[in-house]
């Protein structure tokens, strides 16, 4: 008992431990006591000289969910070894409470009394929640749902800490829950089985090994911020690898030469099965031309569902490589040190680590990344984190990307999109630093970037999440991308022109005929000719239609940027989806297209527009707001005023920026 | 001519499945277009593909 400044603090001493795992009665005791007494603050008493080691128990109270403080004992034998231990940063980033002693010396023990009465008067702990991988966290949420379901909740016991017990197959927590539920468990036991086989049949190691890792990787990300070492010691092989990978001056080169590798690889290889793709979805439609009588549903099967679902679905090979060649990264461990690179550039534009995790998922897709916004708890950071996500292109602009940039720069595609993603990702840089300095200024918050050890990727794990990607992107285009198309299609075709042309195209027609018929003209320039005035008349009819009008009336706005009023139909029809701003262009130009070929989209484009005019159109895609889904869900989010903005500035710079690279660029390239 | 009014009710079927599709995925936690692109979208999928 001590009474200290008119509070009389009961201390009690629990046994000396490791951690809080079930396997030794001294660790049940100190657990059960934690859980069951409640005690207003936990001191866990640290060796500094071997902080790894021992913070493993902090991570494990950090779980728990206990007001905690951190004693670092023995600081002096730390400085004296020429360490430096960044206490504040270390604090901010662990969650709790950091004091230095040297308690062979009675050193800091008014400080530890200090920080005892202020965490236990504090009424709101700031939890910080350690992450366990992409694999364990979704088993963590099936084996919730079922706790939740069979309503086996101990109330003592935060129900994230509950499941990630189960999957530890921590005995007591086991126990617990069989006595008190009795029949229930077995629907827990069954569903945190097949978790565990899943887990280690994918990963390689059980549930326990993997949790373990992530708390070390966590702990090892903490000190990598907060504590400096020098000197040379003994390092594992992870730690080789880490000194070359999070290098402060080779880590961004090479993070960008993966990532450029990556794209190569997506963009030869998918070339060639997407090229077949291509070739059966062109044959099928002449079939469907010879089978079925030309008229209305004709144009709607060929022009639209067919060219325009096909034109989506072709590109299914890149993105099966996209998802191969990410899953190895993130599974392998690398995806951790790219995040911990660029947390390095996080900080110096004033946004802090745990906004690169709602960035990085950005880079899949939008709407989850805003989401995932909700874990930076200062709200200024949320949002400036939410107005930049747009710029962390999203998967769904890929097919955008593979069409222009295998139309106009076949021979150099894989790099012409990775200079799109790159320019993303400086553009966000550089708005991040402009709305911190203006709209939404103020400090960041530290955070933990979680380094895992390395592993060889299993191919079943790869297999099973590509396949799984795979097929949802293939079932999308059926239904989502479909239903759109569809409805494209009636806003290409009506109204219908009847008799409106403003040229008698018939009398042309006819004049040409005769002319070949009296010899005047050859074969193949009365094939020309027919096809010219046919595409004049097909080209008359589109501008006709509903979307034709609405495009012509915008046209103006977007001529300074090159682009014609397809180019803007299809922009705007990219805010349902942007997959669909390739079915749109696939639907214009079959419509548009004559004769009995069918033309390439690629080739069309190529007649149609210029390769500046074609990367612009890929940096107004990467530029502008995201789909309708996203944008519903930053309303969610952010509130309709900050909703507004984001359309109106993304709208605005993606305008100016193409107008400049048009306007620049016309100057340069004839 | 017989083709407009099958094209009227093709139009009027997939106008109806995106507002129903729209409408069902607002008032889930998170609306999404059911994309491939990221984990936190495909979590109602993978367990079809959880065999134990």
Known sequence: MVDYKGYRINIVDLPGIYSITAYSLEEIVTRNFIINEKPDVVIDVVDSSNLERNLYLATQLMELGVPLILAFNMTDIVKKSGKK??????????????????????????????????????KKEKKVELQYGREVENEISRIISVLKEQKALIFNFDVRWIAVKLLEQDREIIDTIKKAFGPKYSKIDETVMSSIKHITSILRDPPEVIIADSRYGFIKGALLEAYKETGSERLDRSEKIDRILTNRILGIPIFAIIIWLMFQFVFSLGKYPAGWLELGFEKLSILVTNVVPQGLLRSLLVDGIISGVGGVITFTPNIILLFFAIAILEDSGYMARAAFVMDRVMHKIGLHGKSFIPLVIGFGCTVPAYMGSRILENKKDRLVTMHINTFMSCGARLPVYILFAGAFFPAAAGNVIFSIYFIGIIIAVIMAKILRATRFKGESDPFVMELPAYRIPTIKGIMIHTWERAWMYVKKAGTIILAITILMWILFTFPMIGSNYSKDYTGQIEEIEQSYKSGEITDPEHHREITAVEAEMAGERLAYSAAGRMGRFLEPV??????????????????????????????????????????????????????????NFMLFTLLYFPCMAAMVMFRKEAGTKEMLFQIGYTLLLAWVVSFLVFQIGRIFIK | MWEIPLIIVIGLVALGYLIIFFIRQSKKKSICMDCPYADECKKHDSDRFNKS
């Open chain 1, 558 to 615: 977007f001529k300074p940027l090159g682009f014609d009023w397809k180019m803007v139909v299809a922009t705007i029809s990219g805010v349902a989806a942007k997959e669909v701003i390739v079915s749109t262009m696939s639907t214009l130009y079959s419509i548009q297209g004559t004769g009995e070929e069918s033309d390439s989209l690629k080739v069309a484009l190529n007649e149609h527009y210029t390769p500046l005019v074609g990367y």
């Open chain 1, 85 to 122: 231990i960044d206490i504040v940063l270390l604090s901010e980033l662990l969650g709790a409470s950091i004091v230095e002693m040297v308690g062979s010396k009675g050193l800091g023990s008014k400080e530890l009394l200090e920080s005892v009465i202020r965490v236990a008067k504090r």
